[in-house]
Protein backbone atom coordinates (compact mmCIF):
# COMPACT_ATOMS: atom_id res chain seq x y z
CA UNK A 1 0.00 0.00 0.00
CA UNK A 2 2.55 2.23 0.21
CA UNK A 3 3.07 3.00 -3.51
CA UNK A 4 -0.17 4.14 -3.94
CA UNK A 5 -0.09 7.63 -3.03
CA UNK A 6 3.30 7.90 -5.22
CA UNK A 7 1.65 6.62 -8.10
CA UNK A 8 -1.40 9.11 -8.02
CA UNK A 9 1.35 11.96 -7.79
CA UNK A 10 2.75 10.38 -10.69
CA UNK A 11 -0.37 10.21 -12.39
CA UNK A 12 -0.86 13.87 -12.02
CA UNK A 13 2.61 14.84 -13.24
CA UNK A 14 1.96 12.74 -16.63
CA UNK A 15 -1.51 14.41 -17.02
CA UNK A 16 0.52 17.83 -16.53
CA UNK A 17 2.60 16.97 -19.05
CA UNK A 18 -0.33 15.90 -21.69
CA UNK A 19 -2.00 19.37 -20.55
CA UNK A 20 -1.05 20.75 -23.68
CA UNK A 21 -1.90 18.42 -26.11
CA UNK A 22 -5.64 17.57 -24.16
CA UNK A 23 -6.37 21.16 -24.74
CA UNK A 24 -5.43 21.43 -28.40
CA UNK A 25 -6.82 18.20 -29.09
CA UNK A 26 -10.63 19.65 -27.31
CA UNK A 27 -9.96 22.99 -28.92
CA UNK A 28 -8.43 22.32 -32.28
CA UNK A 29 -9.21 18.82 -32.85
CA UNK A 30 -12.36 16.95 -31.55
CA UNK A 31 -14.55 20.24 -31.40
CA UNK A 32 -14.05 21.37 -34.85
CA UNK A 33 -14.88 18.57 -36.14
CA UNK A 34 -18.01 18.40 -34.47
CA UNK A 35 -18.35 21.92 -35.76
CA UNK A 36 -17.79 21.05 -39.03
CA UNK A 37 -20.09 18.46 -38.67
CA UNK A 38 -23.01 20.76 -37.44
CA UNK A 39 -21.75 23.71 -40.04
CA UNK A 40 -22.14 21.34 -42.74
CA UNK A 41 -25.53 20.87 -42.28
CA UNK A 42 -26.27 24.45 -42.00
CA UNK A 43 -26.21 27.40 -44.47
CA UNK A 44 -23.57 29.91 -42.91
CA UNK A 45 -21.98 33.41 -44.32
CA UNK A 46 -20.52 34.57 -41.52
CA UNK A 47 -22.54 37.33 -41.26
CA UNK A 48 -26.32 36.59 -40.54
CA UNK A 49 -26.09 33.38 -37.93
CA UNK A 50 -26.11 29.77 -39.52
CA UNK A 51 -28.87 29.16 -40.80
CA UNK A 52 -30.22 24.49 -40.50
CA UNK A 53 -30.23 23.33 -43.75
CA UNK A 54 -30.65 19.61 -43.02
CA UNK A 55 -28.67 17.71 -45.67
CA UNK A 56 -29.24 20.08 -48.35
CA UNK A 57 -25.43 20.65 -48.59
CA UNK A 58 -24.50 16.63 -49.50
CA UNK A 59 -27.54 16.67 -51.88
CA UNK A 60 -26.19 20.34 -53.57
CA UNK A 61 -23.00 18.62 -53.60
CA UNK A 62 -24.14 15.28 -55.65
CA UNK A 63 -25.40 18.17 -58.23
CA UNK A 64 -22.79 20.28 -58.31
CA UNK A 65 -20.77 19.98 -61.59
CA UNK A 66 -17.88 21.90 -59.97
CA UNK A 67 -17.66 19.17 -57.40
CA UNK A 68 -17.46 16.72 -60.29
CA UNK A 69 -14.69 18.68 -62.24
CA UNK A 70 -12.76 18.61 -58.81
CA UNK A 71 -13.27 15.21 -58.15
CA UNK A 72 -12.14 14.34 -61.45
CA UNK A 73 -9.28 16.83 -61.87
CA UNK A 74 -7.89 16.10 -58.26
CA UNK A 75 -7.85 11.51 -59.55
CA UNK A 76 -6.60 12.16 -62.60
CA UNK A 77 -3.88 13.97 -60.89
CA UNK A 78 -3.19 11.08 -58.04
CA UNK A 79 -3.33 8.44 -60.62
CA UNK A 80 -0.68 9.95 -62.83
CA UNK A 81 1.57 11.46 -59.98
CA UNK A 82 1.71 8.28 -57.22
CA UNK A 83 2.82 5.53 -59.95
CA UNK A 84 4.60 8.21 -61.96
CA UNK A 85 6.86 9.59 -58.75
CA UNK A 86 7.10 6.53 -56.84
CA UNK A 87 8.55 4.62 -59.84
CA UNK A 88 10.99 7.10 -60.95
CA UNK A 89 12.28 7.89 -56.81
CA UNK A 90 12.91 4.46 -56.64
CA UNK A 91 14.99 4.31 -59.89
CA UNK A 92 16.98 7.03 -58.19
CA UNK A 93 17.35 5.53 -55.04
CA UNK A 94 18.61 2.06 -56.83
CA UNK A 95 21.03 4.14 -58.30
CA UNK A 96 22.16 5.79 -55.71
CA UNK A 97 22.73 2.27 -54.19
CA UNK A 98 24.52 1.03 -56.40
CA UNK A 99 27.61 3.94 -56.11
CA UNK A 100 28.76 4.32 -52.87
CA UNK A 101 30.52 7.01 -50.20
CA UNK A 102 30.75 10.64 -51.57
CA UNK A 103 29.15 10.69 -54.42
CA UNK A 104 25.79 9.01 -53.05
CA UNK A 105 25.36 11.96 -50.84
CA UNK A 106 26.16 14.21 -53.03
CA UNK A 107 23.10 13.40 -55.93
CA UNK A 108 20.99 12.80 -52.74
CA UNK A 109 21.17 16.29 -51.68
CA UNK A 110 20.52 17.09 -55.23
CA UNK A 111 17.23 15.17 -55.50
CA UNK A 112 16.31 16.98 -52.13
CA UNK A 113 16.75 20.46 -53.72
CA UNK A 114 13.53 21.02 -54.89
CA UNK A 115 11.88 19.63 -52.15
CA UNK A 116 13.11 22.65 -50.54
CA UNK A 117 11.75 25.05 -52.61
CA UNK A 118 8.61 26.48 -51.09
CA UNK A 119 5.57 25.63 -53.39
CA UNK A 120 4.36 28.90 -54.48
CA UNK A 121 7.80 29.51 -55.89
CA UNK A 122 7.71 26.15 -57.35
CA UNK A 123 4.29 27.19 -59.39
CA UNK A 124 5.90 30.75 -60.36
CA UNK A 125 8.92 28.80 -61.35
CA UNK A 126 6.70 26.33 -63.86
CA UNK A 127 4.56 28.82 -65.18
CA UNK A 128 7.64 30.13 -67.10
CA UNK A 129 9.52 26.35 -67.69
CA UNK A 130 5.52 25.38 -69.01
CA UNK A 131 5.22 28.36 -70.82
CA UNK A 132 3.43 27.60 -74.48
CA UNK A 133 5.23 29.98 -76.69
CA UNK A 134 8.74 30.16 -75.46
CA UNK A 135 9.15 27.95 -72.06
CA UNK A 136 12.10 25.75 -71.12
CA UNK A 137 9.95 22.70 -71.58
CA UNK A 138 9.10 23.38 -74.84
CA UNK A 139 12.49 24.62 -76.24
CA UNK A 140 14.01 21.31 -74.90
CA UNK A 141 11.05 19.12 -76.82
CA UNK A 142 12.17 21.68 -79.76
CA UNK A 143 15.39 20.40 -79.97
CA UNK A 144 14.05 16.65 -80.58
CA UNK A 145 11.66 18.51 -83.68
CA UNK A 146 8.78 17.88 -81.15
CA UNK A 147 6.11 21.16 -81.09
CA UNK A 148 5.14 21.26 -77.10
CA UNK A 149 1.91 21.61 -75.75
CA UNK A 150 0.37 24.69 -74.40
CA UNK A 151 0.64 23.72 -71.35
CA UNK A 152 -1.06 26.58 -69.32
CA UNK A 153 -3.36 27.01 -71.39
CA UNK A 154 -5.25 24.13 -73.26
CA UNK A 155 -7.64 22.66 -70.90
CA UNK A 156 -6.33 19.22 -71.82
CA UNK A 157 -2.75 19.76 -71.39
CA UNK A 158 -3.33 21.87 -67.85
CA UNK A 159 -3.33 18.48 -65.53
CA UNK A 160 -0.34 16.82 -67.58
CA UNK A 161 1.78 20.02 -66.63
CA UNK A 162 1.10 20.22 -62.98
CA UNK A 163 1.79 16.30 -62.90
CA UNK A 164 5.28 17.03 -64.74
CA UNK A 165 5.88 19.97 -62.05
CA UNK A 166 5.09 17.46 -59.24
CA UNK A 167 8.14 14.96 -60.62
CA UNK A 168 10.45 17.46 -59.97
CA UNK A 169 9.41 17.00 -56.57
CA UNK A 170 10.68 13.42 -55.59
CA UNK A 171 13.10 14.12 -52.85
CA UNK A 172 11.61 13.03 -49.50
CA UNK A 173 10.38 9.43 -51.71
CA UNK A 174 13.90 9.50 -53.11
CA UNK A 175 15.45 9.36 -49.40
CA UNK A 176 12.92 7.41 -47.91
CA UNK A 177 13.82 4.04 -50.45
CA UNK A 178 16.90 4.75 -50.48
CA UNK A 179 17.19 4.68 -46.55
CA UNK A 180 15.25 1.23 -46.88
CA UNK A 181 17.56 0.01 -49.49
CA UNK A 182 20.41 -0.11 -47.44
CA UNK A 183 19.29 -1.72 -44.66
CA UNK A 184 18.43 -4.78 -46.94
CA UNK A 185 21.11 -7.34 -46.08
CA UNK A 186 23.53 -8.18 -48.03
CA UNK A 187 23.84 -11.66 -47.14
CA UNK A 188 20.53 -12.06 -48.83
CA UNK A 189 21.48 -11.31 -52.47
CA UNK A 190 24.95 -13.49 -51.96
CA UNK A 191 22.64 -16.35 -51.13
CA UNK A 192 19.79 -15.42 -53.69
CA UNK A 193 23.30 -15.44 -56.33
CA UNK A 194 24.35 -18.54 -55.01
CA UNK A 195 21.29 -19.79 -55.62
CA UNK A 196 21.60 -19.09 -59.06
CA UNK A 197 19.32 -15.46 -58.92
CA UNK A 198 19.93 -13.59 -62.05
CA UNK A 199 19.36 -9.35 -61.50
CA UNK A 200 15.64 -9.30 -62.22
CA UNK A 201 15.31 -11.90 -59.67
CA UNK A 202 16.81 -10.76 -57.54
CA UNK A 203 14.92 -7.53 -57.23
CA UNK A 204 11.63 -8.96 -57.27
CA UNK A 205 12.48 -11.82 -54.51
CA UNK A 206 14.81 -9.74 -52.50
CA UNK A 207 14.84 -6.15 -52.70
CA UNK A 208 10.93 -5.77 -53.03
CA UNK A 209 9.91 -7.49 -50.29
CA UNK A 210 12.65 -6.05 -48.33
CA UNK A 211 11.51 -2.42 -48.87
CA UNK A 212 8.33 -3.28 -49.15
CA UNK A 213 6.90 -1.40 -45.54
CA UNK A 214 8.80 1.80 -47.14
CA UNK A 215 7.24 1.31 -50.47
CA UNK A 216 3.81 0.61 -49.02
CA UNK A 217 4.27 4.38 -46.90
CA UNK A 218 5.30 6.25 -49.81
CA UNK A 219 2.16 5.21 -51.35
CA UNK A 220 0.20 6.01 -48.43
CA UNK A 221 1.78 9.19 -48.38
CA UNK A 222 2.15 10.30 -51.81
CA UNK A 223 -1.61 9.41 -52.17
CA UNK A 224 -2.89 11.04 -49.07
CA UNK A 225 -0.97 14.37 -49.83
CA UNK A 226 -1.96 14.57 -53.61
CA UNK A 227 -5.53 14.34 -53.02
CA UNK A 228 -5.30 17.48 -50.96
CA UNK A 229 -2.96 19.66 -53.52
CA UNK A 230 -3.43 23.08 -53.31
CA UNK A 231 -0.63 25.57 -53.08
CA UNK A 232 1.38 25.27 -56.07
CA UNK A 233 -2.17 24.84 -58.19
CA UNK A 234 -3.43 27.71 -56.76
CA UNK A 235 -0.76 30.28 -57.40
CA UNK A 236 -0.35 29.01 -60.90
CA UNK A 237 -4.39 29.49 -61.95
CA UNK A 238 -5.79 30.96 -59.19
CA UNK A 239 -6.35 34.35 -57.66
CA UNK A 240 -6.74 36.60 -60.03
CA UNK A 241 -9.26 36.68 -62.98
CA UNK A 242 -6.79 36.63 -66.13
CA UNK A 243 -5.60 32.97 -64.62
CA UNK A 244 -8.81 31.34 -63.59
CA UNK A 245 -9.70 32.56 -67.26
CA UNK A 246 -6.87 30.95 -69.07
CA UNK A 247 -7.20 27.34 -67.90
CA UNK A 248 -11.47 27.28 -67.28
CA UNK A 249 -11.96 24.29 -64.62
CA UNK A 250 -9.03 22.14 -65.56
CA UNK A 251 -7.06 23.48 -62.54
CA UNK A 252 -9.99 23.06 -59.95
CA UNK A 253 -8.46 20.69 -57.45
CA UNK A 254 -10.75 19.65 -54.51
CA UNK A 255 -9.41 21.23 -52.14
CA UNK A 256 -9.10 24.61 -54.15
CA UNK A 257 -12.80 24.58 -54.67
CA UNK A 258 -13.18 24.34 -50.90
CA UNK A 259 -10.79 27.13 -50.17
CA UNK A 260 -12.96 28.96 -52.76
CA UNK A 261 -16.56 27.85 -51.22
CA UNK A 262 -15.43 28.69 -47.74
CA UNK A 263 -13.05 31.76 -48.10
CA UNK A 264 -14.07 33.87 -51.12
CA UNK A 265 -18.02 33.02 -51.51
CA UNK A 266 -18.26 32.51 -47.65
CA UNK A 267 -20.15 29.21 -47.97
CA UNK A 268 -19.07 28.08 -44.64
CA UNK A 269 -21.92 25.43 -44.40
CA UNK A 270 -20.96 24.07 -48.03
CA UNK A 271 -17.42 23.95 -47.43
CA UNK A 272 -17.89 21.87 -44.32
CA UNK A 273 -19.90 19.78 -46.39
CA UNK A 274 -17.09 19.24 -49.01
CA UNK A 275 -14.37 18.76 -46.12
CA UNK A 276 -16.84 16.14 -44.80
CA UNK A 277 -16.81 14.20 -48.53
CA UNK A 278 -13.03 14.60 -48.71
CA UNK A 279 -12.08 12.93 -45.09
CA UNK A 280 -14.24 9.87 -46.50
CA UNK A 281 -12.75 9.34 -49.73
CA UNK A 282 -9.19 9.99 -47.56
CA UNK A 283 -10.51 7.70 -45.10
CA UNK A 284 -11.81 4.76 -47.92
CA UNK A 285 -8.78 4.86 -49.96
CA UNK A 286 -6.61 4.66 -47.46
CA UNK A 287 -8.45 1.33 -45.89
CA UNK A 288 -7.95 -0.16 -49.05
CA UNK A 289 -4.52 0.55 -49.29
CA UNK A 290 -3.83 -0.82 -45.72
CA UNK A 291 -6.13 -3.62 -46.43
CA UNK A 292 -4.06 -4.55 -50.11
CA UNK A 293 -0.88 -3.67 -48.36
CA UNK A 294 -1.35 -5.88 -45.57
CA UNK A 295 -1.04 -8.87 -48.16
CA UNK A 296 2.15 -7.98 -49.82
CA UNK A 297 4.08 -6.16 -47.56
CA UNK A 298 6.83 -7.97 -45.46
CA UNK A 299 7.61 -7.29 -41.86
CA UNK A 300 10.58 -8.23 -40.19
CA UNK A 301 9.86 -9.95 -37.01
CA UNK A 302 7.02 -7.00 -36.82
CA UNK A 303 3.64 -8.25 -36.53
CA UNK A 304 1.58 -5.94 -39.66
CA UNK A 305 0.36 -2.98 -38.00
CA UNK A 306 2.44 -2.04 -35.38
CA UNK A 307 3.07 1.81 -36.12
CA UNK A 308 6.12 1.98 -34.07
CA UNK A 309 8.42 2.96 -37.20
CA UNK A 310 11.48 5.37 -36.77
CA UNK A 311 13.33 4.06 -33.52
CA UNK A 312 16.92 4.11 -33.51
CA UNK B 1 34.77 -10.01 -64.52
CA UNK B 2 37.31 -8.14 -62.57
CA UNK B 3 36.46 -4.38 -64.81
CA UNK B 4 32.73 -5.20 -64.85
CA UNK B 5 31.79 -3.54 -61.38
CA UNK B 6 33.64 -0.68 -62.16
CA UNK B 7 32.01 0.07 -65.27
CA UNK B 8 28.81 -0.53 -64.02
CA UNK B 9 29.83 2.26 -61.70
CA UNK B 10 30.71 4.55 -63.93
CA UNK B 11 27.46 3.90 -65.82
CA UNK B 12 25.21 4.45 -62.99
CA UNK B 13 27.51 7.54 -62.06
CA UNK B 14 26.43 9.04 -65.46
CA UNK B 15 22.85 8.11 -65.33
CA UNK B 16 23.17 10.25 -62.08
CA UNK B 17 24.91 12.96 -63.24
CA UNK B 18 22.44 13.29 -65.79
CA UNK B 19 19.07 13.26 -63.70
CA UNK B 20 21.15 15.56 -61.49
CA UNK B 21 21.37 17.80 -64.36
CA UNK B 22 17.15 17.62 -64.90
CA UNK B 23 16.77 18.50 -61.33
CA UNK B 24 19.38 21.38 -60.91
CA UNK B 25 18.90 23.21 -64.43
CA UNK B 26 15.25 24.74 -63.44
CA UNK B 27 17.34 26.12 -60.22
CA UNK B 28 19.99 27.71 -63.04
CA UNK B 29 17.15 28.98 -65.13
CA UNK B 30 15.61 30.44 -62.43
CA UNK B 31 18.41 32.52 -61.17
CA UNK B 32 19.96 33.37 -64.92
CA UNK B 33 16.04 34.47 -65.71
CA UNK B 34 15.93 36.61 -63.06
CA UNK B 35 19.34 38.82 -64.10
CA UNK B 36 17.93 39.39 -67.23
CA UNK B 37 16.27 42.55 -68.61
CA UNK B 38 12.33 41.14 -69.47
CA UNK B 39 12.63 41.00 -73.16
CA UNK B 40 15.49 38.62 -72.54
CA UNK B 41 13.94 36.03 -70.12
CA UNK B 42 12.86 33.38 -72.67
CA UNK B 43 15.42 33.79 -74.86
CA UNK B 44 18.58 31.78 -74.71
CA UNK B 45 16.70 29.37 -72.20
CA UNK B 46 20.16 26.80 -72.12
CA UNK B 47 22.92 29.17 -71.74
CA UNK B 48 23.74 29.13 -68.22
CA UNK B 49 24.22 32.82 -67.75
CA UNK B 50 22.88 36.55 -67.91
CA UNK B 51 23.07 37.92 -71.11
CA UNK B 52 22.98 40.68 -70.92
CA UNK B 53 23.20 41.23 -67.04
CA UNK B 54 20.41 43.14 -65.55
CA UNK B 55 20.94 43.15 -61.69
CA UNK B 56 18.63 46.19 -61.24
CA UNK B 57 15.58 43.83 -61.27
CA UNK B 58 16.27 42.85 -57.25
CA UNK B 59 16.26 46.46 -56.95
CA UNK B 60 12.85 47.16 -59.03
CA UNK B 61 11.49 44.18 -56.51
CA UNK B 62 12.62 46.15 -53.83
CA UNK B 63 10.37 49.39 -55.31
CA UNK B 64 7.93 47.16 -56.30
CA UNK B 65 7.21 45.05 -52.93
CA UNK B 66 7.85 45.32 -49.14
CA UNK B 67 10.36 42.17 -49.57
CA UNK B 68 12.52 42.82 -46.31
CA UNK B 69 9.36 43.10 -44.03
CA UNK B 70 7.90 39.70 -46.02
CA UNK B 71 11.48 38.41 -44.97
CA UNK B 72 11.48 39.43 -41.76
CA UNK B 73 7.66 38.43 -40.97
CA UNK B 74 8.42 35.09 -42.64
CA UNK B 75 11.31 34.41 -40.62
CA UNK B 76 9.49 35.64 -37.16
CA UNK B 77 6.25 33.32 -38.02
CA UNK B 78 8.58 30.55 -38.95
CA UNK B 79 10.71 30.70 -35.73
CA UNK B 80 7.22 31.32 -33.15
CA UNK B 81 5.76 28.18 -35.18
CA UNK B 82 9.07 25.66 -34.88
CA UNK B 83 9.69 26.92 -31.18
CA UNK B 84 6.16 26.59 -29.76
CA UNK B 85 5.84 22.95 -31.80
CA UNK B 86 9.15 21.75 -30.72
CA UNK B 87 9.01 22.53 -27.14
CA UNK B 88 5.52 21.93 -26.06
CA UNK B 89 5.53 18.72 -28.49
CA UNK B 90 8.44 17.68 -26.10
CA UNK B 91 7.14 18.53 -23.18
CA UNK B 92 3.61 16.23 -23.95
CA UNK B 93 5.97 13.49 -26.03
CA UNK B 94 8.04 13.52 -22.58
CA UNK B 95 4.56 12.92 -20.44
CA UNK B 96 3.87 9.92 -22.73
CA UNK B 97 7.45 8.20 -22.49
CA UNK B 98 8.12 8.50 -19.02
CA UNK B 99 5.15 7.92 -17.28
CA UNK B 100 2.79 5.25 -16.65
CA UNK B 101 -0.93 6.17 -15.78
CA UNK B 102 -4.53 4.76 -16.81
CA UNK B 103 -5.06 6.11 -20.43
CA UNK B 104 -1.85 6.02 -21.63
CA UNK B 105 -2.84 4.25 -24.70
CA UNK B 106 -5.92 5.42 -25.75
CA UNK B 107 -4.39 9.26 -25.26
CA UNK B 108 -1.45 7.76 -27.48
CA UNK B 109 -3.86 6.67 -30.11
CA UNK B 110 -5.71 9.91 -29.97
CA UNK B 111 -1.93 11.28 -31.16
CA UNK B 112 -1.68 9.06 -33.76
CA UNK B 113 -5.52 9.27 -34.86
CA UNK B 114 -4.76 13.17 -35.58
CA UNK B 115 -2.26 12.34 -37.78
CA UNK B 116 -4.99 10.69 -39.87
CA UNK B 117 -7.26 13.71 -40.07
CA UNK B 118 -7.17 16.10 -43.35
CA UNK B 119 -6.49 19.88 -42.29
CA UNK B 120 -9.38 20.66 -44.36
CA UNK B 121 -11.64 19.68 -41.97
CA UNK B 122 -11.03 22.07 -39.20
CA UNK B 123 -10.16 24.83 -41.88
CA UNK B 124 -13.18 26.73 -41.22
CA UNK B 125 -14.31 26.03 -37.26
CA UNK B 126 -10.66 26.78 -36.65
CA UNK B 127 -11.20 30.17 -38.72
CA UNK B 128 -14.42 31.13 -36.38
CA UNK B 129 -12.29 30.21 -33.38
CA UNK B 130 -9.64 32.95 -34.46
CA UNK B 131 -12.47 35.10 -35.58
CA UNK B 132 -14.05 34.82 -32.67
CA UNK B 133 -11.25 36.16 -30.56
CA UNK B 134 -10.58 39.23 -32.81
CA UNK B 135 -7.06 37.50 -34.51
CA UNK B 136 -7.92 36.78 -38.02
CA UNK B 137 -5.71 39.82 -39.68
CA UNK B 138 -3.32 39.15 -37.35
CA UNK B 139 0.30 36.61 -38.13
CA UNK B 140 -1.08 35.21 -34.65
CA UNK B 141 -3.00 31.94 -35.89
CA UNK B 142 -0.10 31.34 -38.42
CA UNK B 143 1.66 29.87 -35.33
CA UNK B 144 -0.12 29.90 -32.00
CA UNK B 145 -2.07 26.39 -32.89
CA UNK B 146 1.62 24.91 -32.18
CA UNK B 147 1.33 25.82 -28.78
CA UNK B 148 -0.42 22.71 -28.00
CA UNK B 149 1.98 20.30 -29.72
CA UNK B 150 1.23 18.59 -32.96
CA UNK B 151 1.18 14.66 -33.46
CA UNK B 152 3.96 13.67 -35.90
CA UNK B 153 6.69 15.47 -33.71
CA UNK B 154 5.16 13.69 -30.23
CA UNK B 155 5.26 10.68 -31.82
CA UNK B 156 8.70 11.46 -33.00
CA UNK B 157 10.48 12.78 -29.46
CA UNK B 158 8.50 10.05 -27.49
CA UNK B 159 10.32 7.14 -29.51
CA UNK B 160 13.89 9.50 -28.98
CA UNK B 161 12.87 9.59 -25.18
CA UNK B 162 12.29 5.99 -25.09
CA UNK B 163 15.63 5.33 -26.08
CA UNK B 164 17.04 6.81 -23.61
CA UNK B 165 17.86 4.51 -20.72
CA UNK B 166 15.38 4.62 -17.91
CA UNK B 167 18.50 4.45 -14.95
CA UNK B 168 19.48 7.68 -16.14
CA UNK B 169 15.80 9.46 -15.16
CA UNK B 170 15.79 7.21 -11.82
CA UNK B 171 19.16 7.74 -10.77
CA UNK B 172 18.14 11.95 -10.82
CA UNK B 173 15.21 10.89 -9.19
CA UNK B 174 16.56 9.31 -6.22
CA UNK B 175 18.92 12.38 -5.49
CA UNK B 176 15.92 14.12 -5.79
CA UNK B 177 14.84 15.91 -8.90
CA UNK B 178 11.50 16.78 -9.65
CA UNK B 179 9.76 15.51 -12.95
CA UNK B 180 10.21 18.85 -14.14
CA UNK B 181 13.96 18.60 -13.83
CA UNK B 182 14.31 15.31 -15.38
CA UNK B 183 12.66 16.88 -18.73
CA UNK B 184 14.39 20.40 -18.65
CA UNK B 185 17.74 18.92 -17.31
CA UNK B 186 17.87 15.22 -18.47
CA UNK B 187 15.53 14.78 -21.51
CA UNK B 188 15.89 17.75 -23.69
CA UNK B 189 19.42 17.92 -23.36
CA UNK B 190 19.88 14.25 -24.58
CA UNK B 191 17.22 15.01 -27.45
CA UNK B 192 18.93 17.38 -28.64
CA UNK B 193 19.14 16.29 -32.51
CA UNK B 194 15.37 15.12 -32.44
CA UNK B 195 14.56 18.19 -31.13
CA UNK B 196 16.64 20.22 -33.70
CA UNK B 197 15.02 17.69 -36.90
CA UNK B 198 11.45 18.82 -35.07
CA UNK B 199 12.73 22.60 -35.49
CA UNK B 200 13.79 22.55 -38.99
CA UNK B 201 11.11 20.54 -40.19
CA UNK B 202 8.57 23.23 -38.76
CA UNK B 203 10.68 25.84 -40.10
CA UNK B 204 10.46 24.55 -43.34
CA UNK B 205 6.29 23.96 -43.45
CA UNK B 206 5.92 27.47 -42.16
CA UNK B 207 7.75 28.62 -44.38
CA UNK B 208 5.75 26.90 -47.25
CA UNK B 209 2.62 27.72 -46.41
CA UNK B 210 0.10 29.47 -48.38
CA UNK B 211 -2.82 28.75 -46.97
CA UNK B 212 -2.96 30.08 -43.85
CA UNK B 213 -1.64 33.78 -44.94
CA UNK B 214 -4.25 33.40 -47.60
CA UNK B 215 -6.93 32.91 -45.09
CA UNK B 216 -5.92 35.32 -42.25
CA UNK B 217 -3.87 37.63 -43.31
CA UNK B 218 -5.61 41.03 -45.29
CA UNK B 219 -2.96 43.93 -44.61
CA UNK B 220 -0.14 43.34 -47.46
CA UNK B 221 2.63 44.48 -44.69
CA UNK B 222 1.65 41.66 -42.53
CA UNK B 223 2.30 38.97 -45.25
CA UNK B 224 5.21 36.40 -45.15
CA UNK B 225 7.36 35.44 -48.46
CA UNK B 226 4.89 32.51 -50.08
CA UNK B 227 1.67 35.09 -49.59
CA UNK B 228 3.74 37.96 -50.98
CA UNK B 229 5.00 35.94 -53.96
CA UNK B 230 1.47 35.14 -54.75
CA UNK B 231 0.39 38.74 -54.49
CA UNK B 232 3.42 39.44 -57.08
CA UNK B 233 1.98 36.72 -59.69
CA UNK B 234 -1.01 37.81 -59.76
CA UNK B 235 -0.23 41.85 -60.45
CA UNK B 236 2.82 41.40 -62.37
CA UNK B 237 2.32 38.23 -63.85
CA UNK B 238 -1.34 37.57 -64.57
CA UNK B 239 -2.56 41.18 -63.93
CA UNK B 240 -2.12 43.95 -66.56
CA UNK B 241 1.27 45.21 -65.55
CA UNK B 242 3.45 42.19 -66.98
CA UNK B 243 6.70 42.77 -65.44
CA UNK B 244 8.39 39.07 -65.35
CA UNK B 245 11.43 40.10 -63.90
CA UNK B 246 10.21 41.33 -60.95
CA UNK B 247 8.56 37.69 -60.81
CA UNK B 248 11.37 35.55 -61.33
CA UNK B 249 13.75 37.94 -59.07
CA UNK B 250 11.30 37.26 -56.17
CA UNK B 251 10.68 33.71 -56.92
CA UNK B 252 14.72 33.63 -55.67
CA UNK B 253 14.66 35.74 -52.82
CA UNK B 254 11.32 33.79 -51.75
CA UNK B 255 13.50 30.60 -52.04
CA UNK B 256 16.99 31.47 -51.57
CA UNK B 257 17.33 31.75 -47.58
CA UNK B 258 15.61 28.37 -47.26
CA UNK B 259 18.24 26.77 -48.98
CA UNK B 260 20.72 28.36 -47.46
CA UNK B 261 19.47 26.96 -43.67
CA UNK B 262 19.14 23.67 -45.64
CA UNK B 263 22.42 23.26 -46.29
CA UNK B 264 23.31 24.81 -42.27
CA UNK B 265 21.07 22.03 -41.21
CA UNK B 266 21.38 19.35 -44.04
CA UNK B 267 22.04 16.29 -41.92
CA UNK B 268 18.89 17.31 -39.90
CA UNK B 269 16.75 16.82 -43.11
CA UNK B 270 18.24 13.95 -44.65
CA UNK B 271 18.26 11.67 -41.14
CA UNK B 272 15.07 12.88 -40.24
CA UNK B 273 13.51 12.04 -42.87
CA UNK B 274 15.36 8.36 -43.32
CA UNK B 275 14.66 7.76 -40.05
CA UNK B 276 10.82 9.08 -39.83
CA UNK B 277 9.52 8.86 -43.37
CA UNK B 278 8.20 12.97 -42.69
CA UNK B 279 6.65 14.00 -45.94
CA UNK B 280 8.39 16.49 -46.85
Known amino acids: ?312 | MTSAPETRRAFFLVMLAAASAVFLYPFVWLVVASLKPRSRTFADPFVPWPHPFSPQNYAAVWDAAPMLAWLVNTLIVGFMAALTVTVSSAFVAFGFAYFRFPGRGVLFGSVLGTMMLPSAVTLVPTYLIWNSVGLTGTQVPLWAGNLFGSAFYIFLLRQFFLSIPRYVFEAARVDGASYLDLFWRIALPLARPALIIAFVFELKASWFDLMKPLIYLQDPRLFTLPRGLKAIVDQFYQGGDPKWEIVLAAGVITTLPLIVIFFIGQRYFVEGIATTGQRG
Open chain 1, 1 to 312: MRTRPRLRTETRWAYVFLLPWLLGLVIFQVGPMVASFVLSLTDYDLISSPRFAGLGNYAEMLKDPKVAAAIGNTAFYTVLHVPLAIAIALLLALMLNRITGRAAGFFRTVFYLPSMTPYVAVGVLFLFLLNGQAGLVNQFLGLFGIDGPQWTTDPAWVKPGIVLMSLWNLGTTTIILFAALRNVPRELYEAAMIDGAGPWQRFRSVTVPMISSALFFVVIVNTITSLQMFDQVYTMYFGSQSAQQSSGDAALFYVVYLFQQGFQFLHMGYASALAWLLFAIIAVITVIQVKAGNRFVYYESEPPGAAERGTR
